[in-house]
C-alpha cells in the first residue's frame, strides 16, 4: 500500500457538504433546530424536553456544533447551554 492513509487524504468541499447534509438532516430529525450554519458546520439545540428513543430527555435543552473536516470526519460536541 502506498504512503499514508485514505484518511489522510483531504475530501473535496462538494463531499464535505454532502455528509453535512446528511448529518444535518439526521439531527432535524431528532429535534434539533438550526442556530447557526455554514458549508461544513452547525450549532444546533433543542428547546427543554425532546423526545429520542420514545422516551422524553429531561433538561433545560442541549446545544452542540456539528462539522466535517478537511478528511470528511463527521464530529458532533456537546456546547454549553449557559451563556
Do not use: C, N
Not at 453535512?20 to 461544513?40: C, M, N, P, W
Amino acid at each position: 500500500m502506498p504512503e499514508g492513509s485514505a484518511a489522510s487524504i483531504p475530501a473535496t468541499l462538494d463531499t464535505r457538504k454532502q455528509k453535512f447534509a446528511q448529518l444535518l438532516d439526521v439531527k432535524i430529525q431528532h429535534g434539533y433546530r438550526i442556530e447557526s450554519q455554514g458549508d461544513t458546520e452547525a450549532v444546533v439545540f433543542t428547546r427543554g424536553r425532546r423526545r429520542w428513543f420514545g422516551f422524553l430527555e429531561g433538561g433545560e435543552g442541549a446545544r452542540q456544533i456539528i462539522s466535517v473536516d478537511e478528511q470528511g470526519t463527521a464530529t458532533t460536541r456537546k456546547l454549553s447551554t449557559s451563556p
